[in-house]
C-alpha cells in the first residue's frame, strides 16, 4: 500500500505460499512502507506453481490485481521437491481452503528473471525479503553474481542460531528444504538481516485474533481467519494450543520497520549442507554472548536474537484493514 506524500520502498517477496506466508503478503499489502513489485513462488510449503496460484488469488481478494506473480524453482538446486508439508498448510497451502480463484495468469517470466529485473528497475533501492526456500535467490546469484550490489537490503525467514530446529534437532525448513542454496545465498556480499526461530516462535495468533479475522466484514481479512484453521490445529502438538506462531510476518515486519531488532549483532553465518545430522543447520557465531554480541568485523549478516515489540498486535492492526 501506497500512501500519498509518502515514499515507500520497493519491494520484492520471494515466498512458498503457505499460511504463514499469506499473513506475510497480506502485512506488506498493507503496509504504507512497502511497495510490493513483484512476488516470486519457490517450493517449499507447495509446490511454486501451487504457491503462486494462492498468492494471485490471495492478492485479488486484496484488490492488487497489479503486482506480478513468477512461478520460480520447483527443485531444490540439489534433489527433488519433496512434497511439500500438507499436515501443516494443506494439500494446497493454503490450508485446505478454496480460495476464489483469481483468473489471473502467472507472469510470463521465471521469479529469477523478475528478481533479476527488479533489481535493474529499481538499483539500490529494491528491498528483497525472502520466506520460503532461497533456491530462487540462489538461482538467481548464479545468473547474475552482480545481484547484491543492486539490492538494498535482504531480509531472511530462516534457522535457528539459539533455538532448537523444527524440522531436523538444529533445522529449520526453509533452510533444510535447500541447504545448498541458502549457503550460497548467505556467502553472497549483500547486507542480511537473518529472522530466525528464537524470535519468529515469541509471538502468536490466538482463537480470539482468528474470530477478529473471520468476523472484519473486510474482503481479504475472513479469508485469512478460514486458512489459518489447519495451522492453527497444528501448533497444538508443538506450542500446547490452538493458535499460529507468525515467522515469516515477523520478517515482513522487520525488513519494512515496523518491529525492530534489538539485539541483531553482525556475525559471520554458514549453513552446513553436508549430509550429516547437522545439515541445514545455521551456524551462527555468537561467541561473544558473554561479551554483549559485539559485532563480528567483516560479517555481512545478522541475526535477530531481540525485537522491540511483540508482532501480533501490529499485524492485526494491519490484516483487519484488507
Ligand atoms: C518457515 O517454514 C515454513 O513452513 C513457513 O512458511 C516459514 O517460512 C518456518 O520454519
Ligand atoms: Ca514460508
Known amino acids: 500500500m501506497t500512501l500519498p506524500g509518502l515514499s515507500a520502498t520497493p ?45 494471485l488469488d ?12 513468477a512461478v520460480g524453482a520447483h527443485d531444490p538446486l540439489a534433489g527433488s521437491y519433496d512434497g511439500g508439508a500438507p499436515s501443516v498448510h494443506g494439500r494446497n497451502g493454503v ?12 507472469a510470463g517470466e521465471s521469479a529469477v528473471e523478475l528478481l533479476l529485473r527488479l533489481s535493474h528497475e529499481h538499483s539500490g533501492a529494491l528491498r528483497v525479503v ?19 550490489a543492486r539490492v538494498r537490503d535482504l531480509t531472511i525467514m530462516g534457522g535457528a542460531a539459539l533455538h532448537p530446529g523444527n524440522v ?18 548467505l556467502a553472497a556480499d549483500w547486507d542480511v538481516t537473518l529472522v530466525p526461530l528464537d524470535v519468529t516462535m515469541a509471538d502468536v495468533l490466538e482463537e480470539s485474533d482468528r474470530k477478529a479475522l473471520l468476523e472484519a466484514g473486510t474482503a481479504l481479512a475472513p479469508w485469512l481467519g478460514e486458512v489459518l484453521d489447519l495451522y492453527f490445529g497444528f501448533h497444538v ?9 507468525l515467522h515469516d510476518p515477523l520478517a515482513a515486519a522487520i525488513a519494512t520497520g515496523g518491529v525492530t531488532p534489538t539485539l541483531a549483532p553482525r556475525v559471520p553465518v554458514v549453513v552446513d549442507a553436508t549430509a550429516g545430522p547437522g545439515r541445514g543447520q545455521t551456524v551462527c557465531d555468537l561467541r561473544g554472548r558473554y561479551a554483549g554480541y559485539p559485532d563480528v568485523p567483516g560479517a555481512r549478516t545478522r541475526v535477530v536474537l531481540a525485537t522491540d515489540a511483540p508482532l501480533t498486535p501490529h499485524l492485526m492492526e494491519r490484516l483487519l484493514t484488507l
Open 237 to 245: 502438538d508443538t506450542l500446547g494450543r490452538r493458535c499460529s506462531a
Open 95 to 106: 490450508g485446505d481452503v478454496a480460495l476464489p480463484p483469481s483468473g489471473r495468469e502467472v
Open 168 to 185: 531436523t534437532p538444529v533445522a529449520e525448513a526453509n533452510i533444510a528444504k535447500d541447504p545448498e542454496a541458502a549457503a550460497e545465498v
Open 58 to 69: 490471495l492478492l485479488a481478494l486484496a484488490g492488487r490485481p497489479d503486482v506480478p506473480v
Open 11 to 55: 519491494l520484492y517477496l520471494d515466498c512458498d505460499t503457505g499460511v504463514d506466508d499469506s499473513l506475510a503478503l497480506a502485512y506488506l499489502l498493507a503496509s504504507p512502507e512497502a511497495d510490493l513489485v513483484g512476488v516470486g513462488s519457490v517450493s517449499g510449503n507447495i509446490d511454486a506453481r501451487q504457491g503462486a496460484v494462492n498468492t
Open 130 to 148: 525472502a520466506v520460503g526456500p532461497l533456491t530462487n535467490l540462489a538461482l538467481a546469484l548464479r545468473a547474475d553474481p552482480t545481484l547484491p
